[in-house]
């Protein structure tokens, strides 16, 4: 099912905070958003939200610069506060179900000069297991090192993260997220910065994800690839134009009305969708 929204947000200021209960919204889908605004000094950045995640899927958060992903995603999980709005996971608040949610943030608003190595990192994933501050085991010391496998890092368990190139950081968080075995995962800009190897490895843990039965919303800039690594796309432009499976939704005419028609790889786009979902 496809949702269609006019994206034009009118300048005016935020309005007055008002949270929707669980009755008014009773959705019990990975991700459920209602009625969300959000505003930074009275302005919204974020107006009238409403999505449901597809169960299973892989979903692509796609909008230009300052359309409100990583907004969107951080208020969900509580990070920053929302003007008005309810958000519910898997139907309930987001304290509540922590455990089944993996966030996996931009490298740019990570602290890289925290004191501590790979293995740790990984580790902080297993949290939920081990008991906060309490020593970790060498029990949960291989199995972190087991993630670090899976993302092609073993070899750099010892090495603090400082020392860790982009993609490398990038790996290094993933394992991390995998480790907390959650069932949904909200990853913001995981390609941004990376090389061509540590992309390929982020599609195929995106794909044992999904074959696993677990959801992902994924905020990406790259509008050519979205095809070709996920299942379902969120265009958004602070206000959500639409929403749905690739085929349906991820048109041109859509994304012009994203991007307000100012993207010279529109017609690109369009081209490879007429060569089908998966063309590489």
């Known amino acids: 099912m496809t949702r269609d929204v006019n994206p034009a947000v009118s ?140 993302v092609g890092m073993a070899d750099y368990a010892r090495r603090q993260i400082s020392q860790l190139s982009g993609g490398q950081q990038q790996r290094v968080f993933l394992a991390r997220a995998l480790a907390q075995q959650a069932d949904l995962y909200l990853m913001d800009e995981p390609f941004v910065g990376v090389d061509a190897a540590t992309e390929r490895a982020i599609v195929v843990i995106l794909q044992e994800l999904r074959a696993a039965g677990k959801t992902a919303l994924v905020v990406h800039h790259d509008i050519q690839t979205v095809p070709e690594y996920f299942d379902n796309v969120l265009l958004l432009n602070m206000r959500m134009v639409a929403t749905g499976p690739i085929a349906d939704v991820f048109t041109p005419e859509n994304l012009r009305a994203t991007y307000g028609g100012k993207l010279a790889l529109l017609d690109q786009v369009g081209h490879r969708m007429t060569l089908g979902p998966h063309h590489s």
């Open 11 to 150: 300048p005016g200021d935020a309005p007055t905070p008002r949270a929707a209960s669980a009755a008014e919204h009773p959705s019990t889908a990975p991700l459920a958003i209602h009625d969300m605004t959000v505003a930074y000094h009275r302005r919204p950045v974020l107006w009238d939200i409403d999505y449901d995640a597809a169960p299973g899927k892989l979903t692509a958060l796609v909008g230009p610069n300052g359309s409100g992903k990583t907004t969107l995603i951080k208020a969900a999980v509580d990070l920053i506060p929302r003007a008005s709005g309810d958000v519910r996971f898997f139907g309930a608040p987001y304290h509540t179900v922590r455990h089944r949610v993996g966030y996996v943030p931009q490298r740019g608003s990570v602290d890289w000069d925290f004191p501590v190595n790979a293995l740790d990192v990984v580790a902080m994933g297993l949290y939920k297991q081990i008991g906060w501050f309490r020593p970790v085991s060498r029990r949960y010391r291989r199995e972190a090192m087991e993630y670090l496998e899976r």
